[in-house]
């Protein structure tokens, strides 16, 4: 049933169960339509039938009273030119330039051309590069790359292809029976979503360059992808001196871009903590009650056949 059928129905019962009460005033109160509404339902039925009940529409927009041709055009060039502009200040700008518009006409050129958020008008600007290659101002690759951190901040990252960008994080298991404190190195490639995991008996700067030469360089060299940038928090095994920290050594020498995450925003590496969540609920939780495990080896074992049906086989897309 169409919506038309739908208020067509509604307003002939209102119609017939006047007639079945004998009382107008009854039937509008059970209905919830006023005693104007069925009056005017009644003369259009008589009138033109069924179909004279449909919705009238709303009358079309009257464009004279829409904007200059030639503002609505400044105002949406305007919007990529100033994308961090709000609408007062777009209006007085374009004043300054002899173009007379109010604050709520820009507004609403910007609700007709989907420019109505700062969001938005970044998509734009983004899309009009890629289209024509423009050149950016400085207040434009201002406004793109604030974007860019706020995104990062709330665990949002943009990455252009595989090794373009890796997350690293370290990840408390638990305490092993025999063996002691059980971490987890993790490394996820952020745009195959590719992860890979080795476990240690401790969290040392020495363990966090391991587990890149180990595991994930060797897979990277495989099908031929240069690692160009890795993404970690601030933990003191990524972070020090860079003359003696083994894991800035190693990135310096393998030439790979170290990115930290903004200070007190763990949500920065979400893309880690996601998977960290993931392999404590369907693996972790349950491999533990299952089994008693009696070294780090055996558990890594369990791990990687749990990684392979998650990640169905570790591959880059070259």
């Known amino acids: ?13 209102l119609l017939k169960l006047a007639q079945t009460l004998g009382s107008v005033s009854e039937a509008c109160k059970v209905m919830g339509f006023s005693r104007d509404s069925f009056y005017r339902f009644k003369e259009l039925y ?6 004279a009940l449909a919705e009238i529409s709303r009358k079309k927009p009257n464009l004279k009273n829409r904007a200059d ?38 507004r609403t050129i910007w609700l007709r051309h989907d420019l109505q958020t700062f969001q938005l008008r970044l998509k734009a600007l983004s899309a009009k590069v890629a289209q024509d ?20 901040a709330h665990g949002e990252i943009e990455t252009e292809h595989p090794g373009y960008l890796g997350a690293q994080d370290t990840y408390y298991v638990g305490n092993l029976k025999g063996v002691g404190r059980i971490y987890q190195q993790t490394f996820i490639d952020t745009y195959s979503k590719v992860a890979l995991v080795k476990l240690y008996d401790r969290k040392h700067a020495i363990t966090a360059a391991d587990m890149l030469n180990d595991r994930v360089l060797p897979l990277f060299e495989e099908h031929g992808v240069p690692l160009l940038r890795i993404l970690t928090d601030r933990g003191s095994e990524y972070c020090g001196n860079r003359e003696s920290h083994e894991f800035e050594l190693y990135l310096d020498l393998e030439n790979i871009e170290h990115t930290r995450t903004k200070a007190r925003s763990p949500q920065t590496n979400g893309i880690c903590e996601r998977f960290h969540q993931t392999i404590q609920n369907e693996f972790y939780a349950s491999a533990f009650r299952r089994k008693l495990y009696h070294s780090l080896d055996e558990l890594q074992a369990d791990v990687d056949a749990w990684l392979q049906v998650y990640s169905k086989g570790p591959a880059i897309p070259s």
């Not at 049933?1 to 019962?13: A, V, Y």
């Not at 008589?46 to 179909?51: I, N, R, V």
């Open 133 to 152: 290659g423009l050149i950016l101002t400085e207040d434009q690759v201002r406004a793109l790359e604030k974007a860019k951190q706020e995104k990062e």
């Open 46 to 51: 008589e009138t033109g039938g069924d179909t």
């Open 69 to 106: 041709p030639k503002i609505e055009q400044a105002v949406v060039e305007f919007a990529l030119e100033q994308p961090a502009y709000g609408q007062v200040r777009v209006a007085n700008e374009l004043k300054k330039r002899g173009l007379g518009v109010s604050a709520a006409g820009v």
């Open 1 to 13: 049933m169409t919506q038309d059928q739908k208020i067509i129905r509604n307003k002939l019962g």
